[in-house]
């Protein structure tokens, strides 16, 4: 497993921006599929985005395309989520996950194939 750290969560106000960051203190992300989930209260954790390992190809969930953009510097063992236009309905906390094998576009969305989480980071997007 890759041990991954979330930063760059925080309050902004609504149309904002913000920049979440993924980092990995262990093993190295190149060979990792990589995706970005968040849970708000009283919902279900729920796919915003993942990046395949070889390819780059990202992919998102519907609601949140041309909003959201992922991306991974493998040198640096860092994966990004930036979130433009923000609104209130993007309060969550986010999490970055990392699996070894993701073979669809669905497998992408499914968070029971990431075998590794980070501990979560609070976005928090005021009206």
């Known amino acids: 497993q890759v041990q991954l750290v979330e930063s760059g969560g925080g309050l902004v106000q609504t149309g904002g921006s913000l920049r979440l960051s993924c980092a990995s203190s262990?093993?190295?992300?190149?060979?990792?599929?990589m995706g970005w989930f968040r849970q708000a209260p009283g919902k279900e954790r729920e796919f915003v985005a993942g990046?395949?390992?070889?390819?780059?190809?990202?992919y998102y969930e519907d609601s949140l395309k041309g909003r959201f953009t992922i991306s991974r510097d493998n040198a640096e063992n860092t994966m990004y989520l930036q979130m433009n236009s923000l609104k209130p309905e993007d309060t969550a906390v986010y999490y970055c996950a990392a699996a070894t094998r993701l073979f669809s576009v669905f497998d992408f969305t499914y968070d029971g194939l990431y075998d590794s989480w980070g501990q979560g980071t609070q976005v928090t997007v005021s009206s």
């Open positions: 990046i395949d390992w070889d390819t780059d190809n990202a």
């Open positions: 262990g093993r190295a992300i190149r060979r990792y599929a």
